[in-house]
C-alpha cells in the first residue's frame, strides 16, 4: 500500500486566492482526519470524517475553511480566501476506526502539504 | 478547559543512555493514549498505544506507562541511539476516535 497520499506537497500562493489540498486514504480506512501544524499551536485538528461523513468540525477555524469527503478514496480541504496566517503544514491521515469497539484507532499520516501564503 | 503538556524544552542525551519524555493531562479521562514519532519534514508515526487500565506497556526499546491518577505518561527509550533523534508527540484518545496531540519534545541523542 502507498500510505496516505497528499497533494501538492508545497503550495505557495497570495493571499486571497484559492487553495484546494488533496488527500487520499489508505483502501480500507473508514476514517479521515484533517491536521495543521505550526510552530506556534502544534497539530491541531481541524475536521474528521468517518464513513465520508464529516464528525466533527469544530476545529475548523473559519468559514473560509472548508473539506469534502466525496467518496472513501478521496478528500479536499479548501481554503477560500487564503491569508498569511493560514501558512502551516496540513496533514491528512486515516484510520480503521469503529465506534464504540475501543478500536487501536493508530493513525496513519500522509507526508503533509506545507502551504505559504504571501 | 483540557490542556496536554509535554516536556517544553528539547532533551539531550548520550548514547546508549536512557531518554525519558514526560506527557501530562488536565481536565480529562481518555480511555487511551498514544504515542508517535516525528521526522523533519514527515508525518507523525503511530509507535504505541496504551489502555487506561494497563500500567505498562513495552516494544522492543521502547517503554510507556500510564497513571491515570497522576495524569501522567512516561515514554521511555532505552539504549538510545542516534537515530532515536525526533519530535514524539503524545495523543489522547477521545470519543468518536478524535486525537488531541501535545505540543511534542524534540530528543537528540548524542553519539
Known amino acids: 500500500d502507498a500510505g496516505v497520499i497528499q497533494s501538492p506537497r508545497h503550495e505557495v500562493t497570495e493571499m486571497g486566492q484559492e487553495v484546494t489540498l488533496r488527500c487520499k486514504p489508505i483502501s480500507g480506512h473508514n476514517s479521515l482526519f484533517w491536521y495543521r501544524q505550526t510552530m506556534m499551536r502544534g497539530l491541531e485538528l481541524l475536521i474528521y470524517f468517518n464513513n465520508n461523513v464529516p464528525i466533527d468540525d469544530s476545529g475548523m477555524p473559519e468559514d473560509r475553511f472548508s473539506a469534502k469527503m466525496p467518496n472513501a478514496s478521496f478528500s479536499t480541504l479548501k481554503i477560500q480566501p487564503s491569508e498569511p496566517r493560514d501558512s502551516a503544514v496540513y496533514f491528512c491521515?486515516?484510520?480503521?476506526?469503529?465506534?464504540?469497539?475501543?478500536?487501536?484507532?493508530?493513525?496513519?499520516f500522509g507526508p503533509g502539504t506545507r502551504l505559504t501564503v504571501l | 478547559s483540557q490542556k496536554i503538556e509535554q516536556n517544553s524544552e528539547a532533551l539531550n542525551i548520550q548514547e546508549g543512555k536512557t531518554a525519558t519524555l514526560t506527557c501530562n493531562y488536565t481536565?480529562?479521562?481518555?480511555?487511551?493514549l498514544q504515542w508517535y514519532r516525528q521526522d523533519p519534514g514527515r508525518g507523525p508515526v503511530f509507535l504505541l498505544l496504551i489502555r487506561e487500565n494497563e500500567k505498562e506497556k513495552r516494544k522492543e526499546r521502547l517503554k510507556v506507562t500510564f497513571d491515570t491518577t497522576l495524569k501522567q505518561s512516561l515514554f521511555h527509550i532505552t539504549a538510545s541511539q542516534p537515530a532515536d533523534s525526533a519530535t514524539y508527540l503524545c495523543a489522547l484518545v477521545s470519543a468518536g476516535g478524535k486525537l488531541i496531540f501535545g505540543q511534542g519534545t524534540e530528543l537528540s541523542v548524542k553519539p
Open positions: 491521515a486515516s484510520s480503521s476506526y469503529t465506534p464504540g469497539q475501543g478500536a487501536n484507532n493508530e493513525q496513519f
Open positions: 481536565n480529562y479521562s481518555p480511555a487511551y
